[in-house]
């Protein structure tokens, strides 16, 4: 989903949830099993209750996209002609009344998904959205829907123990040790269904949530989605393609090498979102191969990193700029120090061998504190 059809829909879900009849939902113990089922209508909670839940929907919206926010694409051929998709749609259709698809939503989540034997709940809510379309010369939204968006949303919350506090007790004028019990998360992990995809309905595709960059179970993906081969969490992509340039290239993986890479995969995500602020800023591997080619890489080594990568990443030839590169810091560590810039300084550090011992140089500024304590940079020139 585009971010703009994503703002759509989180606009939908507002504190009231007025748009919502009720809230689903399924508590499940670290055993995997199942302690209480819930079916919660909107009408009968308290103002703060509706405002916590609407919190929860919507963070299963939010999000990098690429990172937090995963577009997954169901295979075609199981798309009307499998129990999984079948399954979805009849979620969709009924707006998750019907019990029995519910349950057993609820039993293919808790016998895929492994949370390292943590309690969570499985809540649900559906909504239907008339859909307006635009006009295309004067961007006027039309006054009539020509279309009802059916979708739903499931967030997969942890359950956390809360520890004992003291709390003042009016009646007995004291503080005394008490434990609220448990306490419902922030989502982990979540999913929407059908995609709103530029203003329309979309069963080929699961807008996927995961809170966590370095793992995002890929084993629930494949059992309610059947992907084969699920995308690799965010971190788990860095570290992947971090290892196998420095595997392929070997000695000829430099600084010079690393910084350039980065620095160029950066500005082609700046220029990428310039054009198109909504779009997910992507680079081909072709276009890896291109700049380790300028930097005067071997053709053969160029190929062996990209052989490699297609190994890796089950094929794949595009990727996600964010997912290889941190846009914001450039890290360097020796077994002595560690040095941390801003991505636009990376191409300033220097190597250069000083009494027969490397060093990796920064430039020092106008301003230099050790410890707190402003200093004074003199060369012996300057002394």
């Known amino acids: 989903m585009k971010t703009e059809d994503i703002r759509r829909i989180r606009k939908r879900i507002d504190a009231t949830l007025g748009n919502f009849r009720s809230i689903y939902g399924c508590y499940v113990n670290g055993a995997g099993e199942i302690v209480t089922t819930m079916e919660i209508p909107v009408l009968e909670m308290e103002t703060e209750e509706r405002e916590m839940y609407s919190t929860i929907l919507k963070k299963v919206l939010s999000g990098t996209q690429g990172r937090n926010q995963i577009s997954i694409e169901m295979p075609t051929d199981k798309v009307g002609n499998s129990d999984e998709h079948t399954l979805l749609m009849a979620l969709k259709s009924t707006q998750a009344r019907d019990e029995n698809m519910r349950d057993l939503l609820y039993q293919r989540i808790i016998e895929s998904l492994d949370m390292d034997g943590e309690s969570y709940v499985i809540i649900l809510a559906a909504d239907t959205y008339d859909l307006y379309t635009k006009d295309v010369k004067d961007e006027e939204w039309s006054e009539e829907s020509n279309e009802q968006f059916e979708y739903f949303i499931c967030a997969i919350c942890p359950v956390k123990t809360s520890k004992a506090v003291l709390q003042y007790l009016p009646g007995q004028q004291e503080f005394r040790g008490i434990s609220t019990g448990s306490l419902l998360s922030a989502p982990a992990l979540g999913f929407m269904f059908p995609v709103l995809e530029e203003g329309s309905s979309d069963i080929y595709q699961v807008q996927y949530y995961t809170k966590s960059s370095s793992e995002n179970h890929g084993e629930l993906i494949t059992a309610l989605f059947m992907v084969e081969n699920p995308p690799m969490a965010a971190e788990v992509q860095k570290e992947t393609f971090n290892y196998t340039l420095a595997e392929s290239l070997g000695k000829d993986c ?35 191969g291109e700049i380790l080619t300028d930097k005067g890489i071997s053709d053969e080594k160029v190929k062996e990193f990209s052989e490699a990568v297609g190994e890796r990443f089950d094929g794949a030839g595009t990727f996600n700029i964010g997912n290889l590169v941190q846009k914001r810091a450039f890290e360097v560590k020796t077994p002595e120090t560690r040095i941390i810039t801003a991505s636009e300084n990376a191409l300033r550090l220097k190597v250069k061998e000083i009494d027969g011992i490397t060093y990796i140089l920064i430039p020092a500024g106008e301003s230099v504190t050790v410890n707190g304590v402003e200093v004074s940079v003199l060369t012996e020139e300057n002394k």
């Open 254 to 288: 430099s600084l010079d090498i690393v910084t350039t890479l980065q620095a160029r995969l950066l500005a082609r995500a700046e220029a990428l979102k310039e054009e198109t602020p909504s779009a997910v800023a992507e680079v081909d591997i072709e276009d890896i």
